[in-house]
């Protein structure tokens, strides 16, 4: 008698079982946040050694915006073990190197500042990229302040140009005015305050009187805008 038909069916139904198994112990994108902190780093691990498949992107992207302290080192760690070997494909290093820049913070910066040790002139960009990424989650200026706080030459040079490129923007201007009030808790800073604001101190005309003006009208709006609120 020929069982190799059964067995077959046996086999896919086997196999059918199991996807269905291993996909039901895989978090949704809507469930993932609540997860322990535990589960989330074994969820990342596992997804960086699978090579970040599509069908976990969702998840990956909760997981890097609301909680990249815990996924960005991971991510961060393994690049910088990939970067060590001459055989990781290039897809996977642009792929987790993206994945830091996207999150749009400080963490993104720091994991930057010890790729860029490696290779400045592959991953310098990404600050750059960090800080319009950070403009749709939080306010881009507040994390480039954090990010010259780091103490890295590489970042803290990065994060100026960005700075300087972003700030011919009046709408940009606006959201420095911004962060300048959160920083200062008032309008304008001192003039002392203003000579050695770690951004205003960084442009390359130390921050014109015109470019001052206008960042000192726009936070007195922001400011009279707040105290309606």
Same mark, same amino acid.
Not at 15 to 30: E, K, M, Y
Not at 79 to 106: H, N, R
């Given at each position: 008698?020929?069982?190799?038909?059964?067995?077959?069916?046996?086999?896919?139904?086997?196999?059918?079982?199991?996807?269905?198994?291993? !996909?039901?112990?895989?978090?949704? =994108?809507?469930?993932?946040?609540?997860?322990?902190?535990?589960?989330?780093?074994?969820?990342?691990?596992?997804?960086?050694? $699978?090579?970040?498949?599509?069908?976990? $992107?969702?998840?990956?992207?909760?997981?890097?915006?609301?909680?990249?302290?815990?996924?960005?080192?991971?991510?961060?760690?393994?690049? &910088?073990?990939?970067?060590?070997?001459?055989? @990781?494909?290039?897809?996977?290093?642009?792929?987790?190197?993206?994945?830091? =820049?996207? $999150?749009?913070?400080?963490?993104?910066?720091?994991?930057?500042?010890? %790729?860029?040790?490696?290779?400045?002139?592959?991953?310098?960009?990404?600050?750059?990229? @960090? %800080?319009? !990424?950070?403009?749709?989650?939080?306010?881009?200026?507040?994390?480039?302040?954090?990010?010259?706080?780091?103490?890295?030459?590489?970042?803290?040079?990065?994060?100026?140009?960005?700075?300087?490129?972003?700030? @011919?923007?009046?709408?940009?201007?606006?959201?420095?005015?911004?962060?300048?009030?959160?920083?200062?808790?008032?309008?304008?800073?001192?003039?002392?305050?203003?000579?050695?604001?770690?951004?205003?101190?960084?442009?390359?005309?130390?921050?014109?009187? &015109?470019?001052?003006?206008?960042?000192?009208?726009?936070?007195?709006?922001?400011?009279?805008?707040?105290?309606?609120?």
């Amino acid at each position: 008698m020929d069982f190799r038909m059964p067995r077959l069916r046996s086999t896919a139904a086997l196999l059918t079982f199991l996807a269905g198994f291993i !996909n039901a112990q895989v978090p949704s =994108a809507r469930t993932i946040l609540d997860t322990s902190e535990a589960e989330q780093m074994k969820f990342v691990n596992e997804t960086i050694a $699978a090579g970040f498949p599509g069908d976990r $992107a969702d998840q990956m992207t909760m997981l890097i915006i609301n909680r990249s302290a815990v996924t960005l080192p991971l991510i961060a760690g393994k690049l &910088e073990e990939a970067l060590k070997s001459t055989s @990781t494909p290039k897809s996977f290093v642009d792929t987790a190197s993206e994945m830091i =820049a996207y $999150a749009g913070d400080e963490q993104s910066l720091r994991a930057l500042s010890k %790729l860029m040790a490696f290779d400045e002139r592959r991953f310098g960009r990404l600050v750059g990229r @960090t %800080l319009d !990424n950070a403009g749709s989650w939080r306010n881009p200026f507040t994390v480039a302040y954090r990010g010259l706080e780091i103490g890295d030459e590489a970042v803290s040079r990065y994060t100026a140009a960005w700075a300087e490129a972003a700030l @011919t923007s009046e709408r940009m201007q606006r959201v420095w005015a911004d962060a300048m009030l959160d920083r200062y808790g008032k309008v304008v800073p001192s003039e002392t305050e203003w000579a050695q604001d770690p951004i205003a101190s960084r442009l390359k005309d130390r921050a014109s009187p &015109e470019l001052r003006q206008s960042v000192v009208h726009f936070a007195a709006e922001a400011q009279s805008k707040r105290q309606r609120r």
